[in-house]
């Protein structure tokens, strides 16, 4: 590829640490025969930079994953596990496939490299502002399209509902929901874009704030109304977190832009130029559009179940699927990382960073694994039950969350390697192709179990499924494939031997997890001593193993820790 060396960013001057100084620029790469390029920012001040960001994401995601564990416990308390709660999850269905479609995995991946690209132009001193107009040119039609797509779903409520749950008991209580949470498709898409633009700017704190603002919308809207609305309440609560999700980072993103230099002419080979293609966003969504029909399938096959099937299907989920959230913060943090280090041309950066995303953010979550699965009637009797959600209803919940745990690392590998496929901002259909061969394997499984095995069955299904996904398309960035289009290209045999390694640690871990957390009859103690040895069992074991990046980042945990602790006794 041709390789553009690029000039360092000068600093900010507005002000603006919104959770983070400025990220060093990647480092750039000189062709032959040109001068020395810039001087490449030190590695430890980029690792500085990646540990304290790092910090601030996870701390906003852990509080935002602690008020939807809130969220839920308010839904159970209030509304239990039955059909009208049934009515509000499959409504709800469509607000989760635009969260991962607009904020999560869809426009961020799309975004985030255009943005990167324009800071790199902007950098090299190209006529214009290339952000201003990367924004202008991009921001209108989107918001168009977004509002176009929420009234259509308003419009399409009955059908929509009939096609999710075609054996829903109560029907017009799931359109009624339908209508007021398509609201939030328009603040989605708002919010993924201005999250995206942020992320680029290496600000973290106003997007990872997104999820408190939001699921603090539902939970007040829920208390203030559910007396009066029923589960209604909920919808409502969708739509006016999404606004909140908006509003949280209008402000700095307004500083983003406004304190640039105003742009000057831009040249008539610059107007030419359009900053994102068509085609790159098509193939992002349709991608997250994939894997979301994961959860269509789930809710269609639920849907013939007793009632509360969905319910208990939707508790487990959201209980494990901490773990996933937490470790692809690592990818939120280092995702423009990479797309600036192949916007400059640095393709082995990019490359490095990568395989360790891959085994720092499998850590994560197979210590989250663990925990789940030796600890799930715990904790679900910790979180629910009360009020309407019985002790019948926790059997039955924790029972299928140690079966939807089993997919856990599947759905974190595939988060992170999907954003190598797109991090050079050129469109790729692979990954749409691999995560359908997944959602057919999905499809298939669950068809076939869920009648002799109910719920669990469904979960089985969706583990094997992303499991699929995630092993194709670690295969497809493999180094030996020549001028590979993605920019990044990955040494598939030494990444599948370290992430053997932690595998093992973890496998070890929940064993003993669920032997000492089946030792007290107390569900808080239960849950203390079977999360505590998991995790401390998990960590010596990844020490003892050699676990690439262990040891680094109890390093890096001290430095943040020693820094922050510095600042304050000043």
Partial sequence: MTVVPSQTPAPDTDGDTDGAASVPAARAVTPAGAGPGPAPAPASTSRKFLARAALVTAALSIAGSLLGLVRDQSLARLFGAGSDTDAFLVAWTVPEIAATLLIEDGLAIALIPAFSMA????????????????????????????????????????FLVQVLAPGLPDPGLAVDCTRLTAISLLAFGIAGYCSAALRAHRRFAAPGAIYVAYNTGIIAAMFLLGRTWGVRAAAVGVAVGGCLMVLVQLPSLWRQLASRTPAVERTAGDAQERPVRLALIAAVLLFALCRQSQVLVERFLASSLPSGAISHLNYAQKVAQIPMTLSLMVCTVTFPVVARALADGDTERARDRVERDLVLSSCVVLTGMGAVIACAPQMIELLFQRGAFTAGDTGATSAVMRVYALGLLGQTLVGTLVRSY?????????????????????????????????????????????????????????????????????????????????????????????FAASRFASPVAGLAAGALSVTGVFAALCLALGVQGSASAVRSVRTVTRRLTHGRSH
Avoid: H, K, Q
């Fill in 119 to 158: 800071l790199a132009r902007r950098a090299r001193g190209e006529p214009g502002d290339p952000v201003r107009a990367l924004v202008a040119a991009t921001l209108p039609r989107l918001c168009l399209a977004f509002a176009a797509t929420a009234a259509l779903v308003a419009a399409a409520a009955p």
């Fill in 422 to 514: 797109f991090s050079a901002g050129r469109p790729s259909w692979y990954p749409l192709a691999v995560m359908g061969a997944g959602i057919t394997a999905t499809s298939v499984l669950g068809a076939v179990a869920v009648r002799p095995w109910g719920v669990a069955g469904i979960a089985a299904a969706n583990a094997f499924g992303i499991t699929v996904t995630a092993v194709l398309l670690l295969t497809g960035l493999r180094a030996s494939r020549r001028g590979s289009p993605y920019g990044v290209s990955l040494r598939v045999r030494p990444v599948l031997a370290e992430l053997s390694r932690p595998v093992l640690a973890a496998v070890v871990a929940t064993a003993v997890g669920s």
